[in-house]
């Protein structure tokens, strides 16, 4: 039985916005997409050292075995 989730990814993107990739994962799981959003602006206030034109934050469902390769930021 998986254990529904919900995660931050960070994406580091392109001018254009169309080519991102996953750069982190937030290490707290979040209850909700909506807890998730919420917790963005803050998440990405952060960020100031990741080398890409565009930094975003995507909330989405995962498994509770996904988290182990999560990478703390901060």
């Not at 890409?52 to 390769?69: E, F, H, N, W």
């Amino acid at each position: 039985m998986y254990e529904a989730l919900i995660i931050m990814a960070i994406l580091g993107c392109g001018d254009d916005g169309n080519q991102c990739q996953t750069v982190q994962r937030v290490s707290a799981p979040y209850e909700t997409v909506a807890a998730c959003r919420a917790a963005a602006p803050a998440v990405l206030e952060k960020l100031t050292d990741l080398a890409y034109p565009s930094i975003v934050a995507d909330c989405a469902r995962s498994t509770k075995g996904q988290l182990a390769d999560a990478r703390p930021i901060g």
